[in-house]
């Protein structure tokens, strides 16, 4: 605990109306172990919930790959900013490649296939991204799509099967 005899801060009241802080310790560390609150999205895809804005429309999640190869075709409604914790990855579409901690921008409306080369076992990703993603076969035709709503839906239906209950995922929602 913090000790709170030292230097005061702001004695006012917040702004009505405001959605309250949302701390997660460890979410850099602690969170990359392999545990039960990995939501499934395939057999080697998973993703972990950090924060889900409703109002916003925009969710930050760890997303885990363990296995090479094309992980998706997909295209995105809004800006997307992922920093590299674990492994690399890269876009067939393009020239580079982010590992370990880089950063990469995704701007809207770029369709883009991401890639886990083979030799690497396992990639964790810090996705913060803004509005939908549709997801695509090669020829551009849209075969899903996935947004905060989503994203909230498939947590809540895994934290119900894994016995934490549905409303498990109210502690990411902002």
């Known amino acids: 605990m913090r000790d709170l005899s030292g230097p005061k801060g702001y004695e006012g009241s917040q702004p009505f109306g405001m959605v309250p802080e949302l701390v ?8 990359l172990n392999d545990d039960e609150l990995w939501v499934p999205q395939s057999e080697h895809v998973a993703f972990k919930p950090v924060l889900f804005n409703t109002g916003a429309g925009y969710f930050l999640n760890l997303l885990r ?76 035709n849209v075969v899903g799509s996935e947004d905060v709503f989503s994203k909230i839906e498939r947590a809540r ?16 929602i902002r």
């Open 65 to 140: 790959v363990r296995r090479s190869g094309v992980v998706s075709v997909h295209q995105h409604s809004g800006p997307v900013h992922g920093f590299v914790l674990k492994g690399r990855w890269y876009y067939l579409e393009h020239d580079w490649e982010v590992e370990a901690g880089g950063y990469v921008f995704e701007a809207p409306g770029e369709i883009h296939t991401l890639y886990v080369p083979e030799d690497v076992p396992e990639m964790i990703t810090l996705f913060h991204a803004t509005g939908s993603y549709s997801y695509m076969d090669e020829q551009g």
């Open 24 to 31: 997660h310790a460890g979410v850099m560390t602690d969170w």
């Open 157 to 172: 239906q895994h934290y119900e099967k894994i016995g934490l209950g549905a409303n498990y995922v109210k502690r990411f």
